[in-house]
């Protein structure tokens, strides 16, 4: 018999092979990972007795790579979910009016991003606005008479018959096009339209707003422009609805951001930034007299992120999410003074929370590593969702690799926590190749999000490989409190490089990966990271570098946040040179030999491509292995179905091809 059992053991894992390379064994891959769905902005009505809630899909075919999204509605126990909104052109961001009878959305059907009206219990859709550069945000007024709205300046007369006659020369800074507060009425009037009345017009740029109960007045946060580096000068005013008069409410050298009114309108409750706002970025919610005088700030949270969703109905706290480790947590804060009150348990990834207008529900989108997104509803009271939405159900069904939590000590001590993703059908011992994620930001962090959703990092496909991923909570990243977030200033590619070796280590340790078979990879800081690692050490056979800042000096000369490097490493480059060059990939190159695959938007303004051809130029000529592949239309993240895949399927075979046991 014991002759027998290695040729039996063989049989079975022989016949399991071939069982998932057939139809009834098919397996996660980018295309399958394309068919899951994304569920947002759910939104629980004012009775608490239905949900409108979004659904984005791929749309490819011969002349089409554009996700579609549409509006669908359900009643709050799931007895009933159908789409909502149909067509060829995206719906998105509905919202109930005050009295749950109507719901308003945004929608390109007619051309630019449009308001639309819809009643509740169906019907034909009817355009509200009809505005030249799209509208960005909107909110119902109490009463629900009125919609207020933000969008920028439309291009002028002047400037359209320039941008034909090829006469369109701009100069940079001047003329930038703001974003500004707009009203527009629900009913027609006499003479059956509805005219836009614009409420802003000072030389600043609207972010967010709130109405106050009474619908007299809004408060709204502002920049002086709508450039990326300037979110560290927002302020505070509000614009009375009738004279369009503007006030200061909040303008110090913090960054004020996210007003909201309480019930009884007697009070404004806001984040605001550490004072100078910095990158790394801690926040604390303030309340106000709505009347004006001095703040008062409520207890520090957990990260010192706070993002506000609301008052309760009682006017007693502040709800409030951040993260928390791997997972979001919902809060809310005492506007007496009191510690923050956790609401839910669990290691769930939980986006797109909103209140309903009353104040008596929260409609989210929730998922697990193992659980795609869907829309739940839970009692403002007692936090306890309820799935309503089976978008998903359709959805591939394949096993996925079991993934958790796992620690380890960095050299100096300090603990950090990632993500460990097993192969599917690991079994215990056998050792097998390991790809490091490194995530954005620096103050990006993973969640326990569904490993399948698509990505150019298609972590479910991967496993199907028989790969392990190591997904790493370094130093800098959120939702393990301020001092952890602030570790890595003036030390890009120091300790936080360190944190990657160690789990990398771990996970050899616990006798999972193979140490003769790493790759990396990461996208913007990510890509940083990545870049910098192949610079430092040898020891990984392969890495994937997305959208990477590879030169410090030239990225700040480049980028549309010229002020986030100078933070980070506490000086501008022409007073402390060394700091850039010492922390910079491009400066640390020379010997460089790990096979590269680089991927980038070609119309990137975050990181310019000009940092990923710095990269492969130099490799290039070391006689390093590398490739480039340029992503035409894209931004700092890749928009196009058709690319996403593309870049997916090419890491996938990039590191097949350098990962084999037989390299």
């Known amino acids: 018999m014991s002759c027998r059992r290695p040729f039996i053991k063989f049989v079975i894992r022989a016949l399991a092979c071939i069982l998932l390379l057939s139809p009834l064994g098919a397996q996660w891959t980018p295309e399958e990972m394309m068919k899951v769905k994304s569920v947002g902005s759910v939104q629980a009505s004012p009775d608490g007795k239905r949900l409108v809630f979004t659904v984005t899909e791929p749309v490819l075919t011969e002349d089409k790579s554009e996700f579609l999204t549409q509006v669908w509605m359900a009643k709050a126990d799931g007895s009933e979910v159908y789409p909502f909104t149909f067509g060829d052109k995206s719906s998105t961001n509905p919202l109930w009016s005050p009295d749950g009878r109507r719901i308003a959305f945004t929608s390109s059907r007619s051309g630019k991003n449009n308001l639309w009206l819809i009643r509740a219990d169906g019907g034909e859709a009817e355009r509200l606005t009809d505005v030249k550069s799209g509208v960005d945000g909107f909110a119902w007024s109490p009463d629900g008479r009125q919609i207020a709205f933000t969008m920028s300046d439309p291009p002028s007369e002047q400037e359209e018959k320039d941008q034909k006659a090829r006469n369109d020369a701009w100069v940079v800074g001047e003329n930038p096009k703001m974003s500004h507060l707009w009203v527009v009425p629900v009913e027609k009037d006499a003479e059956g339209k509805r005219e836009a009345r614009r409420l802003t017009k000072a030389g600043f740029s609207v972010a967010d707003w709130d109405w106050s109960p009474d619908g007299k007045t809004i408060i709204f946060s502002h920049v002086p422009s709508p450039l990326a580096d300037d979110w560290t000068r927002a302020d ?317 000096m030239s990225f700040t000369g480049t980028t549309d946040i010229p002020g986030f490097i100078p933070d980070y490493l506490g000086a501008e480059f022409w007073n402390n040179l060394q700091a850039y060059v010492k922390h910079s990939a491009m400066f640390n190159v020379k010997g460089a030999t790990t096979p590269a695959l680089i991927q980038q938007g070609e119309q990137d303004v975050r990181v310019p491509i000009g940092q990923g051809y710095e990269l492969y130029n130099a490799l290039k000529r070391q006689g390093t292995m590398v490739k480039m592949v340029v992503y035409p239309r894209q931004p700092h993240g890749l928009r196009e179905p058709r690319l996403v895949l593309d870049a997916g399927r090419r890491n996938i075979e990039w590191f097949k091809q350098n990962l084999s046991e037989h390299k």
């Open 236 to 552: 505070l005013s509000t614009v009375d609805l009738a004279s369009a008069e503007i006030k200061v409410f909040a303008s110090t050298k913090a960054a004020e951001a996210s007003p909201r009114y309480s019930p009884s309108g007697q009070w404004v409750a806001y984040s605001a930034s550490d004072s100078p706002p910095t990158w790394g970025f801690a926040a604390w919610i303030h309340i106000a007299p709505a009347a004006g005088g001095p703040p008062t700030r409520l207890a520090a949270t957990f990260d010192e992120q706070p993002e506000i969703v609301g008052w309760s109905a009682d006017g007693k706290r502040v709800y409030f999410t951040e993260t928390r480790g791997t997972a979001t947590s919902m809060a809310a804060l005492p506007v007496d003074g009191g510690a923050a009150e956790i609401l839910n348990q669990g290691e769930n990834a939980v986006f797109d929370i909103n209140l309903n207008p009353t104040r008596t529900a929260f409609g989210l989108s929730l998922q697990s590593w193992n659980r795609p997104a869907e829309a739940f509803v839970t009692s403002a009271e007692r936090w306890s969702p309820v799935q309503v939405s089976q978008i998903n159900a359709d959805s591939p069904q394949h096993p996925l690799g079991k993934t958790e939590v796992i620690r380890w000590k960095a050299p100096d001590g300090m603990e950090i926590e990632g993500l460990l993703t097993h192969p599917l059908g690991y079994e215990k011992g056998r050792r097998c190749p390991l790809l490091l994620i490194i995530h954005g930001g620096p103050t990006g962090v993973f969640v326990q999000s569904y490993i399948a959703n698509r990505s150019q990092y298609p972590i479910a496909a991967f496993s199907v490989q028989g790969w392990a991923v190591l997904r790493c909570n370094i130093r800098g990243s959120s939702g393990y409190g301020r001092k952890f977030r602030y570790a890595n200033y003036k030390d890009w590619g120091g300790m936080d490089y360190q944190d990657l070796m160690a789990g990398v280590d771990q996970v050899i340790r616990l006798g999972i990966a193979d140490p003769e078979r790493l790759g990396v990879m990461g996208w913007s800081y990510g890509g940083y990271m990545t870049s910098w690692v192949i610079t430092q050490t040898k020891r990984f056979k392969a890495a994937s570098i997305g959208a990477p800042v590879t030169n410090l």
